[in-house]
């Protein structure tokens, strides 16, 4: 279906590099959006098999496909149900196109609501933990620091292999937020002088719990044992079909995508994982754009969105 | 004693009997009731000029009054049977005392069956057979009886005919209660045959009073066979897809009893998917499922003549060349244990766990055969996953925290005698069983005079008895005569939700505390 004429996986790539705020899911659907303009078809069956066929070439050639396939599978469960709604195609492509841009726009601004909600959890004189980079938690820390002139600090993990703490920690910083970067071994040193623990999130499963970036299940479990509440923040957008049932148990192509080995010889043999999955019994709430929610009522969202 | 039995005769309930008694009573000189009557008829004379008075004429009010004793008697037809069958029960101290105290509140087999004469004429001979096959577990495990309950009732309407002066929508309610209240004598109701049987009324209930009897029966079979094949089969199929990721080649995969949609799942994930995989059956006394999902695998065999047997499943299946080989020895490797020799060794490389359910509670309880409980508590404790499969159609809004306030009492005498060679509880008439327990109580009386004369040497003889493994079977055999010895079996127990990772159904996967939500949206629909 999809010729040469136009790659999904390009226009996929070139949103996310074009505006590095956007997420994977967003980045998704806003590309089978643009897929849907520029290919125009004729009816109802040869869209959703270019849907789908798309989301297959997508899902594919990008390795982390976690919260791009929830993005992808919002989108065609929202093509599926609109196609069905019109009985004139011509209007009914419009509306997809249309809705398609509204869905986008409305995906984007979920991160600000999630925020929103998740500010009274933030209060003078904490201490927070955050685990690796995520936008959304950013923008929350950004918020209480900016808007409501909240004083708190924040102890950023390097979070390797990736080491998206450096980031996250430089960001805080400009954001005038005092961190301290330390280790990912650290985190037991400091726990007992924190008061919460905030990560984001690649995906929530049906059980609510998450998966993310590796270690965050550590700290799910260190969080537990000394009572510290362990939140998410995240977009419900990003809440998947899928339910692993141990931090191994991911799809294994999702687990282990490629880690360039530009370190040195004797790490040759150095095995390492991008994800793991935390179970939600170590979660105490997600912060999301539905409001705060403990993680048994992620499946109750997502059973509205697939069968309402 | 014929004094006795008139005065405690039970107050005139239904006219029927009223003029019976009043019968009776005229011969017997009892003053009392006949001032009694007297000053009935007073009233009602007094009531009458009133009524009088007022202009309604004595002809009107004595068919008003006829209209009422019809009106009485229908209902006792219907609704007052139930309280008849109470009244003939016969309550059986000893019986009662059989079973420990903790358990004396649910209901025994000899009560259920106890209760079934009065209305054996108006059911269905397809009920009574089924019935049959309920009580001596040749249909057992939930959505099987689901299953043959509904077929038995599509039979039940074909050969339904309306009554004279009434409707269909309204008189087949009834009736099929009649049915309903017959197939409980064999065992209770499980909580999906509940649920179908609601919507089934509600079905009946919406058919249009306009509606011939031929098409609205048409109706209700097709709404019948829709239900079976949206609810148990579809839904089956969806369970099996979504499980079945959870079965990886080579794995260790554990599982208790006989579960259809479980035995399905294996089935599919050898024929459809060709995984090779271990499978340990757990089984337990006194009903030996576990054996039939063993005779059932083994006799699933990978493509062949036997196909037929498999399935529409094993009708598509290309994965393998024709044969006659068992999946047994193809793909799976079973291995089958006993509930008590569930040890460590057996429990060391069991990747995950498969649970059958009877129910899933709203608070996320698992309502399942009893033992399952035991399994789910050992695997969590080694972190091994458990997995339950269950349809919606098993969802309940009930919340239970212990399995002893509901369960389903089953015959003792399943765990003495083989439950293979179970024959259907013997009906017999009110009046049989009368006679029977008082020959027998006469024979107790004289048999204990009889004892109490050479008690020493019997006690001796008691005592000296030697203690062979024959000799144990037999001390079993009339447990009914020992003292202070009870037996016990019930059928469900309860898991709760903290040790079930994952319950799988036809709208997804869920935590058990995800529960409400299906119930919430199965009410919905």
Redesign the interface.
């Known amino acids: 279906m999809t010729d040469s004429s136009f790659d999904i996986t390009e226009v996929y790539l070139k949103f996310l590099e074009e505006d590095k705020d956007m997420t994977m899911p967003i980045a998704a659907i806003e590309s089978l959006v643009t897929m849907l303009r520029i290919k125009e078809p004729t009816t109802s069956s040869e869209l959703i098999n270019l849907v789908k066929s798309n989301i297959e070439t997508l899902k594919s050639s990008i390795s982390n496909a976690i919260s791009l396939s929830a993005g992808c599978d919002l989108f065609m469960r929202f093509v599926l149900r609109n196609t069905n709604m019109y009985s004139d195609w011509e209007s009914c492509k419009r509306n997809l196109v249309e809705n398609g841009e509204l869905f986008v726009q409305r995906a984007k601004e979920s991160r600000f609501k999630s925020a929103e909600f998740g500010l009274p959890f933030i209060k003078d004189d904490d201490t927070i933990l955050v685990h690796s980079f995520s936008r959304v938690v950013f923008q929350l820390l950004k918020k209480a620091r900016a808007d409501r002139l909240v004083r708190f600090r924040v102890i950023v993990t390097e979070s390797r292999p990736t080491e998206n703490g450096y980031h996250m920690a430089k960001l805080l910083q400009e954001a005038n937020i005092p961190v301290e970067l330390i280790v990912d071994n650290a985190v037991g040193f400091v726990i007992h002088k924190v008061d919460k623990i905030l990560v984001g999130a690649e995906g929530v499963a049906?059980?609510?719990g998450i998966i993310n970036h590796i270690g965050s299940y550590q700290i799910g479990c260190l969080a537990k044992a000394n009572n510290k509440p362990f939140y998410v923040v995240t977009e419900s957008h990003k809440f998947v079909?899928l339910?692993p049932?141990?931090p191994n148990d991911l799809p294994n192509d999702l687990s282990s995508f490629g880690l360039k080995s530009t370190e040195s010889e004797e790490r040759e043999n150095l095995k390492t994982q991008l994800i793991d999955f935390t179970p939600?019994e170590y979660i105490t709430a997600l912060i999301t754009d539905l409001g705060v929610l403990t993680?048994?009522a992620v499946?109750?969202e997502?059973?509205k969105i697939?069968?309402d | 004693m014929t004094d006795e039995a008139e005065s405690k005769s039970p107050q005139p309930q239904t006219p029927a009997s009223q003029g019976n008694e009043s019968k009776g009573e005229g011969v017997s000189k009892l003053s009392n009731k006949e001032l009694k009557e007297l000053k009935k008829k007073e009233k009602a004379a007094k009531r009458a000029a009133q009524k009088e008075a007022i202009g309604i004429t004595p002809e009107q009010q004595k068919q008003a009054a006829q209209r009422s004793i019809e009106k009485k008697k229908q209902i006792a037809s219907t609704t007052n049977l139930k309280k008849q069958l109470n009244q003939t029960l016969i309550k059986d101290e000893n019986a009662k005392k059989k079973i420990p105290a903790l358990f004396s509140h649910l209901e025994t087999r000899e009560q259920r069956n106890a209760s079934s004469p009065s209305i054996s004429h108006i059911v269905h001979p397809s009920i009574l057979s089924l019935t049959l096959k309920y009580a001596n577990y040749r249909v057992v495990g939930s959505i099987a009886r689901l299953k043959h309950m509904l077929e038995a009732f599509k039979v039940v309407i074909d050969d339904y005919k309306t009554p004279t002066n009434t409707t269909l929508t309204r008189h087949l309610t009834g009736h099929l209660s009649h049915q309903i209240e017959y197939l409980k004598t064999a065992r209770p109701l499980s909580i999906s045959m509940g649920n179908a049987i609601r919507l089934l009324k509600q079905e009946i209930s919406h058919i249009s009073i306009d509606t011939t009897e031929e098409k609205a029966k048409d109706i209700l079979k097709q709404k019948i066979d829709d239900f079976i094949k949206e609810k148990i089969e579809l839904t089956d199929r969806l369970i099996i897809e979504n499980a079945s990721k959870h079965i990886t080649n080579g794995g260790t995969i554990l599982t208790y009893g006989h579960s259809q949609v479980l035995e399905d799942l294996f089935k599919y994930c050898v024929i459809q998917q060709g995984k090779k995989f271990n499978l340990i059956v757990v089984d337990s006394r006194p009903l030996f499922e576990g054996k039939k999902l063993l005779k059932n695998l083994i006799e699933t065999k990978v493509e062949g003549q036997n196909q037929a047997e498999v399935g529409s499943e094993g009708a598509r299946s290309n994965l393998y060349r024709p044969g006659e080989r068992s999946i047994t020895k193809v793909s799976i490797k079973v291995q089958y244990v006993l509930l008590n020799s569930l040890s460590s060794t057996i429990l060391e490389d069991v990747d995950c766990v498969f649970l059958g359910a009877h129910a899933m509670l709203s608070n996320g309880h698992l309502y399942s055969r009893v033992g399952t409980g035991l399994i789910a508590m050992m695997c969590h404790s080694r972190n091994i996953p458990v997995l339950t499969c269950c349809e919606s159609i098993k969802f309940s809004d009930r919340v239970q925290l212990d399995s002893v306030t509901t369960n389903e009492l089953a015959d003792a005498e399943d765990l003495i005698h083989d439950i293979g060679q179970k024959k259907p509880p013997a009906k017999r008439s009110f009046a049989l069983e009368q006679f029977l327990k008082k020959s027998e109580n006469e024979r107790t009386l004289h048999d204990s005079t009889l004892r109490n004369k050479d008690k020493q040497g019997q006690q001796k003889g008691a005592s000296q008895k030697p203690s062979s493994a024959t000799d144990i079977e037999c001390s079993l055999l009339d447990w009914h005569s020992v003292p202070n010895l009870s037996i016990l079996s019930i059928m469900y127990d309860l898991t709760p939700p903290q040790y079930i990772k994952k319950v799988v159904t036809e709208l997804g996967s869920l935590p058990p505390s995800s529960v409400p939500v299906i119930l919430r949206e199965y009410k919905s629909t």
């Open positions: 049906e059980s609510g079909r339910f049932l141990a939600h993680p048994s499946s109750e997502l059973i697939w069968y």
